[in-house]
Nanobody
Framework: QVQLVESGGGQVQTGGSLRISCATS????????LGWFRQAPGKEREFVAA?????????YYADSVKGRFTISRDNAKTTVYLQMNSLKPEDTGVYYC?????????????????????WGQGTQVTVSS
């Protein structure tokens, strides 16, 4: 079965840091790409970062978070992390972990919401002004 469980969200001040986690099963972790998307109230879900399993592991980031966020994998814990630094109020939203519907693809597809077929419950991240 597909397991995607996010945790680690919370409230921080502008400029602060937060690390959120997405725990998965070994089958999911070692066969599919894993991505982070976020959704603010009244807004569409948007791409944040993604990590591939194929090709030795590649990372992709949205322009808005490049240089501030880092996605990583812990093989022992079959968990993907999103380290968020220099947080801004516009980073506020519910962060979701998703599993790709494919084992590997082009970088463009990893950035698209439609490329993910399963999602976790989400974890709230609030950055205070």
């Amino acid at each position: 079965q597909v397991q995607l469980v996010e945790s680690g969200g919370g409230q921080v001040q502008t400029g602060g840091s937060l690390r959120i986690s997405c725990a998965t099963s070994g089958r999911i972790f070692s066969n599919y790409g894993l991505g982070w998307f976020r959704q603010a109230p009244g807004k569409e879900r948007e791409f944040v970062a993604a990590s591939t399993w194929a090709g030795g592991g590649e990372s992709y980031y949205a322009d808005s978070v490049k240089g501030r966020f880092t996605i990583s994998r812990d093989n022992a814990k079959t968990t993907v992390y999103l380290q968020m630094n220099s947080l801004k109020p516009e980073d506020t939203g519910v962060y979701y972990c998703g599993k790709t519907r494919f084992s590997s693809a082009t970088d463009i597809l990893y950035r698209q919401t439609s490329s993910y077929d399963y999602w976790g419950q989400g974890t709230q991240v609030t950055v205070s002004s």
